[in-house]
């Protein structure tokens, strides 16, 4: 099994909203992370878990906050967030950091994103 | 984070080699290239990477420069399913992050 899930595809919520983005992947990776990418641009990177721990945090708003429970899930609880917060949020997963430069990404299909 | 740079845009017709370059002028010795590519709503995917040879495999082959300022991903056969953005990216051995640049649209015409 060499996929990532995530859930939801589609998500429109309001500013005062609380909701949770989910990500799972069974391929017995240790890092894994969260990218925003709005229209016609890259990803960008948020956050990096390893061994289920915040490693890097990319200076990102308080409004969103990142939880890994285990070594197969990571989620993004969203909280209070603005329209230009609206993108296409990809989670992506790897084998352990540091291996000699090679560690291949498996990106999920992303949950777009839409903030009322 | 060393940079690329892409030509924004690129057009190719089905059936043939597209040759898609990639300079990196200061690129650093412990610097690997990687290539990613986006599909339509999709997210991002592996290519290929290398570091200072030549590299094939079942999507692609990577030719690098002897200086390494520079290389160029070959897909040997476009198809219509190979219209994507194509990132090249430079990592740093070890390191965690991937910082896409802005790509290369590729699009396959019939």
């Known amino acids: 099994d060499t996929e990532v899930t995530q859930t939801p595809k589609h998500l429109v919520m309001g500013m005062t909203n609380k909701k949770s983005l989910k990500c799972e992947q069974h391929?017995?990776?240790?890092?894994m992370y969260w990218y925003k990418q709005k229209a016609k641009k890259p990803p960008e990177l948020m956050f990096v878990?390893?061994?289920?721990?915040?490693?890097i945090n990319e200076s990102v708003p308080s409004r969103f906050s990142p939880e890994c429970p285990n070594s197969s899930l990571l989620n993004l609880h969203l909280h209070a967030l603005q329209p230009e917060d609206s993108a296409l949020y990809l989670c992506?997963?790897?084998?352990?950091?540091?291996?000699?430069?090679?560690?291949?990404?498996?990106f999920g299909p992303g949950t777009r994103l839409t903030v009322l | 984070d060393a940079k690329t740079t892409q030509p924004n845009s690129m057009e190719s017709n089905e059936e043939e080699p597209v040759h898609l370059p990639c300079n990196h002028s200061?690129?650093?010795?412990?610097?690997?290239i990687h290539w990613y590519r986006q599909l339509p709503s999709q997210g991002p995917e592996y290519v290929i990477h290398?570091?200072?040879s030549n590299v094939n495999n079942r999507m692609a082959s990577l030719a690098i420069a002897e200086d390494r300022k520079s290389s160029t991903l070959i897909l040997h056969r476009a198809t219509l399913r190979d219209a994507a953005v194509y990132y090249c990216?430079?990592?740093?051995?070890?390191?965690?992050?991937?910082?896409f640049g802005k790509g290369t649209r590729l699009h396959i015409l019939p």
């Open positions: 992506a997963s790897s084998q352990v950091i540091g291996a000699r430069g090679y560690n291949e990404q498996f």
């Open positions: 878990y390893s061994y289920e721990k915040l490693s």
């Open positions: 990216i430079l990592r740093d051995l070890g390191d965690d992050k991937i910082i």
């Open positions: 391929m017995g990776h240790r890092a």
């Open positions: 290398g570091l200072t």
């Open positions: 200061t690129i650093s010795g412990t610097d690997y």
